[in-house]
């Protein structure tokens, strides 16, 4: 089973969106105004996304967001 997390990128620039794509990451929402990305991605590739995410340019901080309830994971839940 795999361990979700929603993390707040802050960012500068448009470009910068097109580059974060190409990780093994899941973009949720972006806003352009306030130069954030919502994105979810696994725990255990939190300490691999930081580093990738220090190599691309406009790239400020990452913070794991604070409204993100683990009790609340889809994966473990059934729809029926």
Known sequence: MLSRMCYVIYHRGSQ???KIDKLNID???????MN?????????YEREL???????RGYKY????K???TDLNLI????I
């Open 16 to 18: 910068f969106i097109k």
């Open 27 to 33: 973009r949720v929402y972006t806003s352009k105004k």
């Open 36 to 44: 954030y990305t919502v994105v979810y991605a696994d725990l255990n």
């Open 50 to 56: 930081k580093r990738l995410l220090r190599k691309i």
């Open 62 to 65: 990452i913070t794991q967001s």
């Open 67 to 69: 409204i993100f309830n």
């Open 76 to 79: 473990d839940s059934q729809v």
